[in-house]
């Protein structure tokens, strides 16, 4: 059955402002074709690729952004609407920025599951680029944040999730029956030296661990 996420009828003719965009609403309308009509699906990318121009400095990269976040968008509804199966624990860790503390959570958790917890990360102010002090000390314990970026906090991605840590943001994050809520306080790393930004790393590792047990998923 196909699923309309809000029951409007997208207008006809959409304009893109980009070329790529149509190309990829082409493909994700096939990728998720019997579960979300092509309306749903080109309002999706357009509002994705809206939300990333918003803090873009170099638009080399919104493309690939762009796809990136409608996909996993568009499979976070998809999930929460039991149109595709769940493998697993859905995680989703929020701060404002999304450039430090939930991208360092949400890589620790991914390397630390095994890829047994599926996560999602995203910023209730999101920040035009990774804090590079968060990327230099990951980097330092072998993990890769190339492929990382901040992004917008969307309803969708709440509605997906099972558990959802938040960290400094406030009363941001929507609140769903159902969910299992967690607030770390955790110091910003914002401004802060390579050394404090290194003790965060290790809080917030600790931290991941704890949630790990907790869903009884073993870190590695």
Request: charge should be negative.
């Amino acid at each position: 059955m196909t699923i309309d996420a809000t029951g409007r009828r997208a207008q006809p003719e959409l304009a893109y402002p980009e070329q790529y965009l149509r190309r990829l609403a082409d493909e994700l309308a096939a990728k998720f074709a019997g579960i979300f009509n092509r309306e749903t699906v080109e309002r999706y990318v357009l509002e994705s690729y809206a939300a990333l121009l918003r803090t873009a400095t170099v638009k080399a990269h919104l493309a690939t952004r762009t796809i990136h976040f409608a996909t996993e968008r568009l499979t976070a509804l998809a999930q929460a609407k039991g149109a595709l199966p769940v493998t697993g624990p859905e995680v989703l860790f929020v701060c404002e920025q999304n450039s430090g503390r939930s991208q360092m959570a949400a890589v620790l958790t991914e390397a630390l599951s095994g890829g047994r917890i599926h996560v999602r990360s995203a910023g209730s102010m999101p920040a035009h680029e990774l804090n590079p002090a968060v990327v230099e000390v990951m980097t330092e314990v072998g993990l890769d944040m190339s492929r990382e970026f901040p992004k917008p906090l969307t309803d969708d991605v709440v509605q997906a999730a099972d558990v959802v840590v938040t960290m400094g943001c406030g009363d941001a994050c929507p609140i769903y029956p159902g969910k299992r809520y967690q607030d770390w306080e955790l110091k910003d790393p914002n401004g802060q030296s390579i050394e404090t930004v290194r003790q965060i790393r290790t809080e917030v590792e600790q931290r991941v661990r704890e949630l790990l047990e907790s869903l009884e998923v073993t870190p590695a």
